[in-house]
């Protein structure tokens, strides 16, 4: 019987329960999962190196003979060595494997094989560490490029190599394919199949790129023809036009002045919200860049307009400071405005339910209480959602639909390059606040090594007998957590205790991270951020948090364990006071490629630009380590890299909609089945 694309993985030799556990963690419970868990990288098994002239420090293949029998000892904490020479007529190797006993007796004296492994010197000799081996009269590996899978404990990459092999051997056929016949002859693309056997094990380096690139392709023609369908659907439905109150008459009741790119933003959303399409519109931009302003302004034409509109939060901590700003702004302007939490008693939720739906609440700002049952709006017209990444998109739309078909206004202070917002965000606009508010000084930033910790820490007080307030960011919650022999790693729990035992004794410490219950958190922000707290040592649980003016210095101990967009989040949480403020990044990295990044940081405030040097040098997912946005994820495509390729597929995917705009030719079919299966949370845009 042949196996199919839904066949569990048990199916495949050698896969028990341990081994399924294991592959479930890589998203691996199918067959046909195998199929787009591509190798994350080659090694290039097509050159034998003469021993004499093979290049230092990198992996190679090299031939040689025994010269010797092997020998087989122990070394302390039980460990076993086998060490060996290998020679050709060139010079001589070195070997040796740790752990792996059965080497002394697969190796023969005088008989030649093929190693690969990373070559380096010591002492000047050659050497190479458990080097992989083959027989020289049969090799299975030698002049092939060897994929290597990314990988979870109790696996090795030779096992998910063979069951990755197994499954497209099962799988692949030419009745995968779904571009159209048309756009593979414009593109020049190669046929689905060639593509799904070349990636996972190529025939040389050149139809390896062709099939990347033509993987690449199709993930980009699939997400922007789906998004061009989603924003086809969302334009088809019917919101409230929101048309009373003009941006100038908002302007003249604020306390301070707007700036040009917050001017620009809320004339570009009054644009929106008149109109009987609902809005939906990111508003992003660097901490301090006036994003709340923009939602007021929303937020208030919403209740001028007769209708009522919502603001979601992801902590109480924000709910209850933008509570505060939004009071401040439109109390005065004869707009009510409430509080709900989950924190709040029966009796309060109780009468703001029938407030909300008797309309007598204007605007509510909430956290996923918002989302309760019980929770009814008389005309809910708008759906504010403040720092989209935090919440699903289930829960986004969890919101809207309270309200029939609400505009959306999404805040975001997670700077994200254009071509990757279009995928985070596909189917909102993006507006950028890239100005921001006069007089405001920027954050000072340093990187500095453990030799110079004294002098930090004598800095950290003199912060605070100035009266300011301290971040001490960590990496790890427990000491357990990522040792991995690094004994400069800073964990929050026995940090915190060392820094309020021995370093600061005369200072209030407090302790936040992500394994505190979540009123045990709160608690500890609110007493940071009413002053009664000294230092506060956390996790990155406080990338996204309250607003601490009198908070001057943020410190990030193993920065080099950060990229660059949330070191720079984080740095964000300082310098909203009237005094300089400073961020310190402690990293005694080495590695002159991690440097010049943590120095990038240094040289710049931007957070565009420092999203851009991001996604260059990591990749896209240090924006979103989670699919949390309900779109297709991209297996094989770099944004950093794919620029052109992301506009030959927006090309194509609008050509298609214009002879085609519903998908509708038989021919379109399987390309439509495949969007469906994509885009599975955003079905409705296919009815």
Not at 360 to 384: C, K, M, P, R, Y
């Amino acid at each position: 019987m042949p196996l199919a694309y839904d066949t569990p993985v048990s199916s495949l030799p050698g896969v028990g329960p341990v081994k399924e556990k294991a592959l479930a963690k890589l998203g691996l419970t199918r067959l046909g999962d195998f199929l787009t868990f591509y190798p994350r990288r080659y090694e290039d098994h097509t050159t034998l190196y003469p021993i004499a002239s093979a290049p230092i420090g990198v992996n190679v293949c090299v031939k040689g003979y025994l010269t010797k029998p092997a020998t087989l000892s122990r070394i302390p904490g039980g460990r076993q060595l086998v060490r060996c020479t290998i020679a050709d007529d060139t010079a001589a190797i070195d070997l040796t494997f740790f752990n792996r006993p059965y080497v002394r007796n697969t190796l023969e004296w005088g008989q030649s094989y093929i190693f690969f492994g990373k070559l380096d010197l010591s002492g000047g000799r050659r050497t190479m560490v458990n080097p992989q081996i083959e027989p020289a009269d049969a090799p299975k590996t030698f002049g092939s490029l060897m994929p290597c899978y990314p990988l979870s404990a109790g696996l090795n990459n030779n096992q998910v190599a063979a069951w990755a092999q197994a499954a497209v051997n099962a799988l692949v056929s030419p009745e995968m394919e779904t571009l159209p016949q048309a756009i593979l002859d414009a593109h020049r693309l190669p046929p689905a199949d060639w593509c799904c056997r070349q990636i996972h094990r190529p025939d040389g380096f050149d139809h390896l790129q062709a099939a990347r690139d033509r993987l690449a392709f199709e993930e980009l023609f699939h997400l922007t023809l789906g998004l061009s369908l989603l924003r086809r659907s969302r334009e088809q439905v019917s919101g409230t036009p929101l048309t009373a109150g003009d941006p100038a008459d908002f302007a003249a009741l604020l306390p301070f002045t707007l700036t040009g790119a917050q001017t620009r933003v809320i004339r570009r959303c009054a644009d929106d919200l008149s109109k009987a399409t609902p809005m939906n519109r990111l508003v992003q931009g660097d901490v301090g860049s006036g994003k709340t302003a923009v939602a007021a302004f929303a937020l208030w034409r919403c209740a001028k307009s007769g209708a009522q509109g919502a603001m979601m939060t992801p902590t109480e901590l924000l709910a209850q400071q933008h509570y505060r700003t939004l009071s401040a702004l439109l109390t005065p302007a004869g707009v009510k405005v409430a509080l709900l939490t989950g924190s709040q008693t029966s009796a309060e939720k109780k009468s703001l339910y029938a407030q909300l739906s008797s309309g007598e609440i204007q605007v509510v700002v909430g956290t996923h209480a918002l989302l309760s049952e019980g929770v009814d709006f008389q005309n809910l017209a708008l759906a504010v959602v403040d720092e989209q990444h935090r919440f699903g998109v289930n829960q986004r739309s969890a919101l809207a639909f309270k309200g029939g078909h609400p505009h959306i206004l999404v805040l975001s202070a997670t700077p994200i390059p254009r071509t990757l917002a279009l995928i985070v965000y596909g189917d909102l606009d993006v507006s950028v606040l890239d100005e921001l508010p006069p007089g405001r000084k920027a954050v000072e930033t340093f990187l500095v090594s453990e030799s110079k910790r004294q002098r930090l820490y004598t800095f950290i007080d003199k912060q605070i007998t100035e009266g300011h307030q301290v971040y001490i960011v960590c990496p790890a919650v427990e000491e357990t957590d990522a040792q991995e022999g690094d004994p400069t790693l800073k964990s929050v729990k026995a940090y915190a205790e060392r820094l309020a035992k021995t370093v600061f004794p005369h200072r209030t410490v407090a302790l936040v991270h992500g394994k505190l219950k979540a009123k045990e958190k709160e608690a500890a922000m609110a007493s940071f951020a009413a002053g009664k707290t000294d230092i506060l040592v956390s996790t990155t649980v406080i990338e996204v948090g309250v607003d601490v003016p009198n908070a001057s210095l943020m410190v990030i101990e193993n920065a080099d364990r950060f990229g660059l967009s949330q070191l720079h989040q984080l740095r964000g949480r300082v310098g909203r006071g009237q005094w300089q403020s400073y961020c310190v990044l402690v990293s005694n990295s080495k590695n002159p490629d991690t440097r010049a990044r943590l120095k990038t940081l240094c040289a710049t405030t931007d957070g565009f630009q420092i999203a851009q040097a991001d996604l260059e040098q990591r990749g896209p997912g240090d924006f979103f380590g989670a699919r949390q946005h309900g779109l297709p994820q991209l297996h094989v495509a770099d944004l950093g890299v794919d620029v052109r390729l992301l506009s030959r597929a927006q090309t194509a995917a609008q050509e298609l909609l214009t002879q085609d705009p519903g998908l509708e030719k038989p021919e379109h079919a399987p390309l439509k089945h495949r969007l469906r299966d994509l885009f599975a949370e955003n079905a409705h845009m296919f009815n």
